[in-house]
């Protein structure tokens, strides 16, 4: 599916997004996970899963639909995973690390999805699923913290080593996150499609 099919579907999901996320007293999330599975294996729990090529594989025409991707935290939301990392651990994130392909589309479908739907691409908005299990976003009361900072149960994206370079950042420098730098290429990415 391209971009643009995924901005229409986003477009018309926004209203009963923007309603499932006000019954919560917050604004529409975005979820940005790897599925510590195989390249090319895509699952159900996401609204969009990314292929190693980078392309867009979406399971479900209505993105306000409640599925399970982050704890506690589905309603409203959006589930957006790379296929990637079966093996990782945070030294090494291995044969199946994330592709450049993928962070790539990830961070154009943050812009896209912002745009479509009218929220910021900040950490209150646009979480991977590391930060948004230690609670980063401030919102406290929905589960204790299983994320890198405290359990280490889920860690998604903490750690953006690419195929090429599974075992260390090429993206990241002075110690910022993989949260950072895909909110970081968002925000570039907003700014590109605002100007064509
Ligand atoms: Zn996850």
């Known amino acids: 599916m391209t971009l643009e099919e995924i901005k229409s579907i986003a477009e018309n999901s ?7 996320a006000s019954n919560y007293g917050r604004d529409v999330k975005i979820y940005l996970h790897w599925s510590a599975g195989h390249y090319g294996q895509f699952f159900n729990d996401y609204h969009v899963n990314i292929d190693s090529d980078g392309s867009y594989h979406v399971t479900t025409n209505d993105l306000s639909e409640v599925i399970s991707h982050t704890y506690h935290r589905n309603s409203g939301a959006i589930g957006v995973s790379l296929a990637c990392c079966a093996g990782a651990t945070s030294n090494n994130l291995g044969s199946e690390a994330p592709t450049g392909a993928q962070i790539e589309s990830m961070s ?4 896209t999805l912002c745009i479509a739907l009218d929220i910021p691409c900040d ?3 646009v979480l991977t699923h590391g930060e948004a299990a230690d609670n980063e976003d401030g919102i406290t009361n929905l589960h204790d913290p299983y994320g890198p900072k405290s359990t280490v149960e889920r860690w998604d994206l903490e750690f953006l080593g690419t195929s090429e370079s599974p075992s260390w950042n090429p993206y990241a420098t002075g110690g910022s996150r993989g949260g950072d730098v895909l909110r970081g290429k968002g925000n570039w990415y907003i700014k590109e499609l605002m100007k064509a």
Request: hydrophobic share 35%; charged share 45%; net charge positive.
């Open 14 to 20: 926004k209203e009963s997004l923007e309603r499932l």
């Open 123 to 125: 950490k209150t908005h």
């Open 108 to 111: 154009k479908l943050i812009a």
